[in-house]
């Protein structure tokens, strides 16, 4: 298997404070359903791709907000009004918008910018021209180019002001989480030196996302099988050349999410309402009671954390 191709833009854990815990939202647990609960890293870096080109570079020319989301915006919307879309990146599971002040203008915080989570139901739409909003659209970006929607019907999504990416709420937000999976400083050593301080099985560990970020339960599974790692086995147990194929596992399968333009399991789409087509070619997510395709052992189900966890007890070994 090749190096996996890592996502264009993104900000290494090490671009943040770190130490401080990830007070993002979290998802319900629902050990019956087969569905994400929530965007995943895949899905946000597909939203990211697809809303780069057409936003950078696009003056804001106002911020319509709905009903409350997670947090409030903490910032005046006409105070924002005139600034540049600068270089949109993320940061897990969060979009991170710089708000630039135009050649020449004086601006309080130059590094300001809007911190964007899509929640467990949310997604972001671009559109050319603004149709009126929707019972769950809650936030308009109205620029010069079109206007970017936030879409979040249950409302756990959020969009805050920052003064700067190293500047609460940003900082705080961002502080706790862990390393990016193609972010060439995550070495297999590195990886597996942080599995050794864990006791928890390596799904929980994969999922809590303060080791790695971007390992959602569909993806987790994934990579598990792909690396013939048992789901309950503690992380702390895992030898150094299994850390290595699993993290090769995690981004060969997290490469291949982002090609195929993520999940579509409940509701997400990217900018452009294009759907995700990974979920179609799952080996054991979703899958149980069906034929393994590396043994042809019948898939087991089993309830982690609240999550469902797929895998093959033929295949995955403790």
């Given amino acids: 298997m090749g190096a996996a191709k890592a996502p264009s833009v993104f900000l290494p854990a090490g671009r943040s404070p770190t130490g401080l815990a990830p007070v993002g939202p979290k998802a319900p647990g629902n050990a019956g359903s087969t569905r994400t609960s929530m965007p995943e890293l895949p899905e946000v870096e597909v939203t990211r791709r697809s809303i780069e080109q057409p936003l950078r570079g696009a003056r804001v020319l106002a911020l319509r907000l709905g009903k409350p989301l997670r947090w409030p915006l903490g910032h005046d919307p006409a105070g924002l009004q005139g600034l540049l879309v600068g270089a949109i990146a993320r940061r897990g599971k969060y979009l991170w918008l710089p708000l630039e002040p135009a050649a020449g203008a004086a601006v309080p915080h130059p590094r300001q910018g809007l911190l964007l989570h899509l929640g467990m139901s949310g997604s972001l739409a671009w559109r050319e021209d603004a149709l009126p909003p929707g019972a769950h659209d809650h936030f308009d970006l ?126 997400f789409r990217d900018a452009h309402g294009m759907s995700g087509a990974f979920q179609s070619q799952a080996a054991v997510y979703g899958r149980a009671g069906l034929p393994c395709p590396g043994c042809g052992g019948a898939v087991r189900r089993l309830v982690q954390a609240q999550r469902s966890t797929f895998f093959c007890p033929r295949c995955q070994r403790r």
Avoid: M
């Fill in 142 to 267: 109205l620029t010069d180019r079109g206007t970017l929607r936030l879409t979040d019907p249950r409302r756990f999504g959020a969009v805050l002001w920052s003064p700067a990416l190293d500047a609460d709420p940003a900082a705080k937000l961002l502080g706790g989480l862990g390393a990016e999976p193609f972010d060439p400083a995550l070495t297999a050593e590195r990886f597996h030196a942080a599995l050794q301080r864990r006791g928890a099985p390596i799904k929980a560990v994969l999922l809590a996302g303060d080791v790695i970020v971007g390992a959602g339960n569909i993806y987790a599974c994934e990579a598990l099988f792909r690396a013939g790692i048992d789901p309950r086995l503690a992380a702390r147990r895992i030898s150094r050349p299994r850390a290595a194929r699993l993290l090769d596992a995690l981004r060969g399968t997290l490469a291949r999410a982002l090609d195929l333009g993520g999940s579509t399991l409940r509701d």
